[in-house]
């Protein structure tokens, strides 16, 4: 019995890390992710987008301290210091505005 609770142990750590590993390889130049969470840089230009978990996440426009995406088919507006706001089973607060570009955080 102690060796099959082993294997399971040994089993839970490999599946683990197998799932971190999927979730890490699908960030993509524009994403970089820790486990639970990714740091989301979009240009500033029609039609930028961005995949994320699975979800792509497509730049509307912006002002100083407001951006408007289409994410999962939803249009949602995330404003600067404001709570993550739950879309498409992700959720999504704005880090920072720029000229060329806009940073968002995900996570699961």
Known sequence: MLISSSRRRVAAVLVSAALGAA???GCGDDV???VDQC??????ETNASVDVFGVEAEFVSADDDTVTLEVAGQQVTLTKGQQAVDVGG???SLSSVTQ??????VSR
């Open 23 to 25: 979730l890490l390889t």
């Open 32 to 34: 970089s992710c820790g």
């Open 39 to 44: 740091t989301v840089t979009i240009q500033r």
């Open 90 to 92: 992700l959720q999504l």
């Open 100 to 105: 060329s570009a806009i940073q968002v955080q």
